[in-house]
């Protein structure tokens, strides 16, 4: 669907607190999902992916949630750092014949020193 | 590896002039994507290729833009003409494919911020 456009949701969180970002994915038979960071004059970086035989899958100091049934994603950052300030993305493969992600709109984390 | 490479980094031209985005993938991976990103629609998929072969491109604007991909290390995203509206950054990204077709991740370039004036 459409993007949000210029205003994106911001998650404002302190440094060393731990931080939980939201997604909702459009297609039930999406069966491929991933979570990218972008930060400011890059590209989008991958963080982890997770397919739909999952329900959850850790790497370091992330975390990823799949819940199925309601269509949610969900991003979990342990320990959070000034560092992990960006524009987090989740992405599905919604058209599992077509093989290509479908981006949502976009979270921004602002890490609070 | 170096990364997916684009140029690019950045482009201001003239309404009316032809622009040409390069992208050389990382090395082995045999799936590439072209991306735009604005402020008011996000990340969209302009086309992809697998193996060289343009697999979809029902992203693509229209017939003023057009991609290529001659061999398995260069890719070309050409707009002719432009147009102010396609001011955006545009990325390219590459993947390998898991046996069987599966979708593995995608490795993105650092991106073409294109002005047109």
């Known amino acids: 669907g459409e993007s949000v456009g210029l205003h994106l949701p911001t998650l404002s969180v302190q440094e060393g607190d731990n931080s939980i970002i939201n997604c909702a994915y459009s297609?039930?038979?999406?069966?491929?999902f991933i979570w990218y960071k972008q930060e400011s004059g890059k590209g989008p970086q991958f963080i982890i992916d997770?397919?739909?035989?999952?329900d959850k899958r850790q790497g370091q100091r992330v975390t990823v949630l799949l819940n199925k049934t309601v269509k949610h994603l969900s991003l979990q950052i342990a320990a959070t750092q000034p560092g992990d300030s960006a524009v987090y993305f989740c992405a599905e493969n919604m058209d599992t014949g077509r093989r290509a992600l479908t981006f949502g709109s976009g979270t921004r984390l602002q890490v609070q020193p | 590896d170096a990364g997916v490479i684009q140029s690019p980094r950045h482009e201001v031209t003239e309404m009316g002039q032809e622009v040409t985005l390069r992208c050389k993938p990382i090395?082995?991976?045999?799936?590439l994507f072209w991306y735009r990103q604005t402020m008011m629609r996000g990340l969209e998929l302009l086309i992809y290729?697998?193996?060289?072969?343009?697999?979809?491109d029902s992203g693509m604007p229209e017939d003023r833009f057009s991609a290529k991909m001659p061999n398995a290390s260069f890719s070309t995203l050409k707009i002719q003409p432009s147009e102010p509206r396609d001011s955006a950054v545009y990325f390219c990204?590459?993947?390998?494919?898991?046996?069987?077709?599966?979708?593995?991740?995608?490795?993105f370039g650092p991106g073409t911020r294109l002005t047109v004036t």
């Open positions: 090395s082995g991976h045999n799936s």
């Open positions: 297609n039930s038979a999406s069966d491929y």
């Open positions: 290729f697998n193996n060289n072969v343009p697999i979809d």
């Open positions: 997770i397919r739909s035989n999952m």
């Open positions: 990204a590459s993947s390998s494919r898991l046996a069987g077709g599966l979708l593995y991740e995608q490795y």
